[in-house]
């Protein structure tokens, strides 16, 4: 397949597994990181409109098949993780770390706290409507400046993106490249004293030394259309996970975390489909044990490896 010409770097059969926190997956026909977001357009715009296209983040949340994925990744990196801050507002670049835009802005005193332990970057957290400690994103974010697939330069608002609970409307392959957010302000010292103490409950509850993709499913019910958390349904997934017997569960390499149940990891050795079908196995025994469904909330792409004559 002839690809356009670009500044960045195009990689032929990128392995993802590379990529990924649960260093899994199969190759990408091409990996594409490109130099700016000019470069980006341009590669879009003549990109021929039958090659799929996949705009990944830090592979935070996500578990690549180990088939791999058709057609070609985009992936950003440098010009694309810059982050300014100007009165209550932060602009960041779309590979910006989550914990990174935190700081930054806890130092110029304005309250993204709640970003710092949230695993990813900007990006992601934008497409996903990520939050923890009762905020999301949608309470925060201005507009974002993005991509389209056909190489269109576009402005998002809120309006856009239809934030609801762990999810909005981006377009299919559509790339965020930067994202204006505006929080409340606060006393530097004190902002940074509670991203310390978010630091320190998420270490002694989650597996943070072990390969792991965050939650691993969604909390079902008790939340808004407009993504925030309703105090008047608590369904945690991981108390259903723990009632139907699933903490520590085990498949080939992959297991559900003794130290916080909904989390999957990797204990060495894993493949994607020892992930996955583990992931199914959990999602099985809930709905028998509850009646209740549990989505996935870590993202499953790619096709599965080629079945063995």
């Not at 260093?23 to 977001?37: H, K, N, S, T, Y």
């Not at 690549?64 to 300014?84: K, P, S, Y």
């Not at 520590?248 to 894993?270: D, V």
Request: net charge neutral; hydrophobic share 40%; aromatic share 6%.
């Amino acid at each position: 397949m002839d690809l356009p010409p670009v500044r960045g770097a195009l990689t032929p059969k990128k392995a993802l597994s590379d990529l990924t926190w649960l260093r899994v997956g199969g190759p990408a026909d091409w990996l594409f990181q490109p130099a700016d977001a000019e470069d980006l357009a341009d590669f879009l715009r003549a990109l021929p409109g039958d090659v799929p296209v996949f705009p990944m983040g830090v592979g935070s949340n996500l578990i690549v098949r180990d088939g791999g994925l058709r057609g070609v990744v985009i992936r950003l990196g440098r010009g694309f993780n810059g982050i300014a801050v100007e009165g209550q507002r932060v602009t960041a670049g779309a590979a910006a770390l989550d914990g990174h835009v935190a700081r930054k802005a806890a130092a110029a005193g304005i309250d993204l706290t709640f970003l710092r332990t949230i695993p990813g970057a900007i990006g992601g957290a934008v497409r996903m409507n990520a939050g923890c400690y009762g905020r999301y994103m949608a309470d925060v974010f201005v507009r974002a400046k993005a991509v389209s697939r056909s190489g269109e330069r576009l402005i998002l608002g809120p309006e856009d993106l239809n934030f609801r609970y762990r999810q909005t409307d981006l377009p299919e392959g559509c790339v965020i490249v930067e994202a204006l957010l505006e929080g409340p302000m606060g006393d530097p010292a004190a902002l940074e004293a509670a991203m310390e103490e978010q630091i320190a409950k998420r270490d002694a509850t989650q597996p943070t030394k072990e390969r792991s993709a965050g939650s691993t499913f969604r909390n079902p019910a008790g939340f808004s259309s407009t993504g925030r958390a309703d105090d008047s349904q608590d369904l945690k997934a991981w108390k259903l996970i723990d009632e139907a017997g699933m903490r520590g569960a085990r498949r080939g390499g992959a297991q559900m975390s003794e130290k916080h149940s909904n989390f999957l990891i990797n204990t060495g050795g894993a493949t994607a489909a020892d992930l996955e079908r583990l992931g199914e196995d959990v999602r099985k025994s809930v709905f028998q044990n509850s009646g209740i469904q549990l989505d996935w909330e870590i993202m499953r792409v790619g096709e599965p490896a080629p079945e063995k004559d």
